[in-house]
C-alpha cells in the first residue's frame, strides 16, 4: 500500500480548523493513555456500538458516543496513519471550504461515516473509535476538488521505498478501492461483525464527502477566476 507524505496542491489560508482537528484528537488520546486500568471502561461506554445505538435507549446518549468515538483512537498507529492523512489533504479542503463550514462538513462526515458503519453491522458488539470516517469525507471532497493535484508517495518494492508524486485521482482512487473492495468481501459475513476495520466508515464518508465536495466546486472555480492572471499561470 503506497503512502502519501505530502501534496503539491497549493493553498491560500493558515489551516486553522486543520490544526485544531489535530490537536483535539491527540489531546483525546494522551487522555486514554492517562486512563491505565479504566481505559477498556471509558471506551466501552464511550464508543459508538452498533448494536446499542440501534437498540431502544437514551438518544441522547446515542449521539454522544457518534460524536466521541470521532475523536479516540486504539494506538499510535491508529492516530498518527489518521493524523497524517488530515494533515495532507485537509488544509486544502479547509481553505476552499472556509473555516466554519468545514467544522460542519467534517462533523456531518465524520456522522454519516460512523452511521455507514453502523447500518451494514447493525449487531456488532465491537466499539468503533477513529477519526478515519470523517478524514474518509475529507479525502472524497479533495478528489472531487482537486482532480489534477499530486501527492509526493512513499512507495514500498519489497525491502526497497521510493519516493514518487503521483496523481492524487490514483494515490485516493486506489485507497477506495481498497476500501470497497474490503467492505464487500465482508458484508453479510461473521468477520463484519468483530473486523478491526471499519471498512464501511470509510466507504460512507468518503461518498458523502464527495458529495458535497461537488457543491463547492463552483466556489472554487469563481476563487480561481477573480485570481489574477499573473499568479494563475505561476501554479505548477
Known sequence: MVMPLKDT?????????TIAFIAVNVIFFLYELSLGERLDGFLRSSAFVPAEYFAPGNAAADARSVLVSMFLHGGWMHLLGNMLYLWIFGDNVEDVLGHVTYVVFYLV???A???AHGYFNPGSAVPSIGA????????????VLFPGA???????????????????????GLWFVIQAFSGLVDLGSRTAQTAGVAW?????????????GLL?????????????????????
Open 9 to 17: 496542491q497549493e493553498r491560500h489560508t493558515f489551516p486553522l480548523v
Open 109 to 111: 462526515c465524520g456522522w
Open 113 to 115: 461515516a460512523t452511521l
Open 132 to 143: 478515519s470516517g470523517a478524514i474518509s469525507g475529507v479525502l472524497g471532497a479533495y478528489l
Open 150 to 172: 499530486r501527492v509526493v508517495t512513499l512507495i514500498p518494492l519489497g525491502f526497497y521505498m521510493r519516493l514518487a508524486t503521483l496523481p492524487a485521482v490514483l494515490v485516493l
Open 200 to 212: 464501511w466508515a470509510h466507504i460512507g464518508g468518503f461518498v458523502v464527502g464527495m458529495a458535497l
Open 216 to 236: 463547492f466546486r463552483p466556489r472554487l472555480r469563481q476563487r480561481e477566476r477573480s485570481r489574477p492572471q499573473a499568479f494563475r499561470s505561476m501554479d505548477r
